[in-house]
């Protein structure tokens, strides 16, 4: 043991050390034990967090934090977690002492569904169920059996101590001028704060209780569930213009943004769930996938996708034209196909019309661009609707034995 302050053992970041002398505690030294065979399994040994020995976890986070307490010092090196159903046994991510007290963080991997670990030696088993959250709409976290770490504040009584309200010195916080900054998250959840590629302000920069503070109790952690639009509209006020326009995008229309975008921070522009381009896309409109796999022979895929993806032409908020289109159909084709920029008439053929009728084909839509071509992708050339060969595509809307559009 150290007594003048701290060494780091088993932390896995080289900054524990440093950090853990701000959270005024002693780290318990390494190799200490390691070496010595320790037969016995002397002290009493509890899972102090969770609380509960089976529970329900929703969270879009796929890591438990689990904290073992061991009052001999000679259990230490013996504990051991297992994962039931793979055999996989999960080391420690630190181990520090308190007042002759040791506690174990780990962290446990979550699969979908149920999980099961036991500690050893004395065989305690932790039961976690675990349902990915992609959406917070009709999610309830009072529900019966959820869990809820912080149902008692933000840093229960058994974890004080070591965990305070001080930011550790060496803490990589990005600094902002305004809203509740939150330094006692830090020592449990810097990851969320900092870990991402692309972060979120509000979250890399300490302002947790901006969102997650009931506005009753200053020491409760609430987690947003329902529409969490208000949150954002919060700041980003020139957004909040989307609600009042005539397309709104199905998610945002029921303010589930966080759907897409995580409100911490992620590996993808934007702190969204996927690529913002195309992938996050598909992942709800599934049958628009054949698009992006351009590997498929014989099938044409609109050559734009794979350099600006589906929001060249979509919003995927809000606007004033329907299919949450940028503008107009051919207003939209011809900005970028200009050659067709101010023709009415003479597209495919003389005097053509390429506007300004109604789509023979199809009830209720009007005649533009995409009464021929499809804007995604199709199996025929020039990706139009049929075959431009044998005239396929003319018969469409002209019946060949009676007069154009077969009238
Ligand atoms: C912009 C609002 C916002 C800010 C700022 C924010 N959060 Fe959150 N947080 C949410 C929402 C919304 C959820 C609900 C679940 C989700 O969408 O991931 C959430 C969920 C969580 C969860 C549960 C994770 C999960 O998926 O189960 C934790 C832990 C959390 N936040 C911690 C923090 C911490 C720590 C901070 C500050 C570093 C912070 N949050 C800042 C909005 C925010
Ligand atoms: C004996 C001191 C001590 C006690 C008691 C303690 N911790 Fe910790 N904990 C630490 C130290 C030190 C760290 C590492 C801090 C760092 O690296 O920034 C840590 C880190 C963590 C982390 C972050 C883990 C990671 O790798 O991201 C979580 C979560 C955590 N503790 C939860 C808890 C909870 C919950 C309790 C109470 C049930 C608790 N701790 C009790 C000392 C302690
Ligand atoms: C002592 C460590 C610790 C501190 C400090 C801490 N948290 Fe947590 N928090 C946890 C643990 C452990 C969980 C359970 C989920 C997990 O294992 O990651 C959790 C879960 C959450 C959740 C999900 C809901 C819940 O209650 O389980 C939210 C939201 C959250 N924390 C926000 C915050 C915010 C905001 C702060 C600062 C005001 C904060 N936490 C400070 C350890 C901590
Ligand atoms: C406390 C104020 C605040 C809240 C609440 C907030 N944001 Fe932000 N957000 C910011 C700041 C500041 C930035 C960074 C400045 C910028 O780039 O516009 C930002 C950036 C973003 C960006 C990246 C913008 C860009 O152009 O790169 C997205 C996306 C975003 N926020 C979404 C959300 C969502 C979704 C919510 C609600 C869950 C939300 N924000 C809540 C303050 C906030
Ligand atoms: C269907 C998924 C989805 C939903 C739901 C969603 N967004 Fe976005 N958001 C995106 C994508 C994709 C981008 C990037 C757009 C681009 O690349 O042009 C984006 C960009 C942004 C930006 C930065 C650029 C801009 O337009 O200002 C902000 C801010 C933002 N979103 C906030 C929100 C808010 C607030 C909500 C909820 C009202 C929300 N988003 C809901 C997918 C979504
Ligand atoms: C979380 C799921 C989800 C994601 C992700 C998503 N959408 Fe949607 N989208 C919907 C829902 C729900 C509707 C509404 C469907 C309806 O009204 O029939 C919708 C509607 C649309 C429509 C209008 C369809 C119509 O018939 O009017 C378009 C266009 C669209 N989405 C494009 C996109 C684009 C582009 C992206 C990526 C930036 C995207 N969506 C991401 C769920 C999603
Ligand atoms: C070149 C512009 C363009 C691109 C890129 C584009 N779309 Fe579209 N999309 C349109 C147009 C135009 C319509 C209206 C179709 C019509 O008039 O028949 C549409 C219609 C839709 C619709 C509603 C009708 C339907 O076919 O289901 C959805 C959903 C949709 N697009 C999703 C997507 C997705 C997802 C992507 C990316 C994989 C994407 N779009 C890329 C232009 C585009
Ligand atoms: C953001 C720019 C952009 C928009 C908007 C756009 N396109 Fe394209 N389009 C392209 C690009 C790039 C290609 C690939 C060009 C190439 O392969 O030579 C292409 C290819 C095509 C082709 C195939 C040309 C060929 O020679 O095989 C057709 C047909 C087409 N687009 C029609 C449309 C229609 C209809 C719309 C409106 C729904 C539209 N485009 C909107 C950029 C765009
Ligand atoms: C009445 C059906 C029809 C309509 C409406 C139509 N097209 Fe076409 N388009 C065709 C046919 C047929 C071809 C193949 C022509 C050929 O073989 O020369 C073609 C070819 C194209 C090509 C590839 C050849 C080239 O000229 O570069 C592009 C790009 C194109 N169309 C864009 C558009 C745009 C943009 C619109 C709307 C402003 C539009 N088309 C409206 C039927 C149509
Ligand atoms: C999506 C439906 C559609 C397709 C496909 C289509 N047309 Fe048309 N066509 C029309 C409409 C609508 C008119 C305008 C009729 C009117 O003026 O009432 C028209 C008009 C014409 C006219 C008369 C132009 C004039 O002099 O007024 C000719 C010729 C014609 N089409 C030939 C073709 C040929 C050749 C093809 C195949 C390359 C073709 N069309 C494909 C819908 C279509």
Known sequence: MNGRGSVALSGKRGLVGEVSRALAIMIVAGGFWGARALPAFAG???IIAP????????????????????????DINQMNFKDDKTGRNFDPSGRYEKANEYYIHYRLPLT????TFTLTPGNQTLKVKFSPLSSLLNVDFTKEGIYKFHKDGVIPDVCGGCHSNELPAGAKVDRVLYGKFSPECYSCHSRIAVESEWKH????????RTCHQAPQDEKSVQIPSGKVEGL??????NQSKWTTMAHIHGPVGTGDCSICHDPHGSQHQYQLAADGKAKLCVVCHVDKKQYL??????????GILSA????????????????????EINELCVSCHSALQGVELGHPVQKHPIAGRKDPRRDGYAFTCTSCHNPHGSPYRYLLIADIRGGRICVMCHDSKKNALGM
């Not at 509960?52 to 000679?74: F, M, P």
């Not at 302000?201 to 947790?208: R, T, V």
């Open 308 to 327: 600006q993806g589906c929001v060249a032409c979509h919003s995927p908020h809000a606007t004033n034209y329907k299919f949450q289109l940028v503008s």
């Open 232 to 237: 954002c509209f919060q700041c980003h006020v």
């Open 293 to 302: 796999d351009s590997g498929q022979r014989r099938f044409n895929v609109h």
């Open 112 to 115: 979908k569904g149920t999980n």
């Open 44 to 46: 009493n040994v509890s």
């Open 51 to 74: 609380q509960e020995s089976s529970t329900t976890l929703l969270s879009r986070n796929r890591v438990l934090n689990v904290v073992v307490k061991v009052e001999d010092k000679g």
């Open 201 to 208: 302000f509000p979250a890399s920069g300490l302002l947790c």
